[in-house]
């Protein structure tokens, strides 16, 4: 199962830069600053939050297990870096950074070779506690997503009362 | 507002193909083919959804509003059309048939030269009454945003054992 389940995680991974790219670049500011509500995050703020993430979470991360396992617990995320990071930058010099990242980190995580058995080895989470370098492969494809999801979802919320009487129709209004 | 607005619409409608080609084209069908549970869609079945809609939806809809205004009620939407309508084709070809008929739609749509007033012109919908040609242009808008936002989470589901402890990070797995 390791093989398909590895091949599965980057083939999402890999993609995500063209997604978000594909969804993002050059669209109206309207759009790509637009929030949830204050303290929400606008699609500009997540591809700052993906691109410290590429930095300091996933990658680092296997790192650590491999060298270590257990005894040495992870960093802990910082959730707010991107309000520093991203500071002056344009959306398109973020989504440039966040690709060029990615190809980085797939590249460097394709040359550790896995072994099956590497797949289960364990590293400490300084909140979760023993996670598995499988449980953060996995955590690392479904974060991509539920980025993903959550700028689909920023976006079409901007539209709420445009939609008049169909609201009704659109869950992700509600 | 009108020209931002429409503006605004169209830089999502006409990107919306490519997104959904990065996101899914070539992916490994243990992606494209799930689901969450009986009933529920893939994203397989998202594309033929969207796929009737730009046939049937949208743009028939705009010209019933601009030919007939609210004298005529729009037909009713099948939601189930793409169980008969994909069967047989692949999901590269029906990311093709989508594209083209997005591109088709948005040529027509240009040419109708929409003016300000006529963005205020009134249809009738089969079941939620009258609804403008804005809210019209703006539910199409907010559908493919929908329609994203679902395939990403029906993706990042699949995942919800194998993030291991991660999925108390992970609304979307909630």
Not at 38 to 65: C, F, K
Not at 112 to 123: C, D, K, S, V
Not at 145 to 172: D, N
């Amino acid at each position: 199962m390791t093989a398909p389940f590895f091949d599965e995680c980057l083939s999402v991974l890999k993609r995500t830069p063209a997604v978000l790219d594909a969804l993002l670049r050059d669209l109206p500011e309207a759009w790509t600053a637009a929030t949830e509500g204050p303290g929400t995050w606008s699609p500009y703020i997540v591809i700052g939050h993906l691109i410290h993430a590429e930095r300091v979470d996933w990658m680092p991360r296997l790192a650590i297990i491999l060298e270590y396992g257990q005894s040495r617990p992870f960093e802990s995320f910082d959730r707010e870096a991107q309000f520093r990071e991203s500071h002056g930058k344009s959306l398109s010099s973020l989504l440039d950074e966040f690709g060029a990242l990615r190809r980085g980190n797939l590249a460097r995580l394709r040359a550790l070779n896995l072994q099956p058995e590497q797949f289960e080895l364990r590293g400490m989470h300084p909140a979760l506690g023993p996670v598995t370098v499988r449980q953060l492969l996995a955590t690392w494809t479904t974060h991509d997503l539920a980025h993903i999801l959550q700028v689909s979802r920023v976006m079409a919320k901007r539209f709420k009362q445009e939609v008049g009487p169909w609201a009704e129709y659109l869950s992700v209004l509600k």
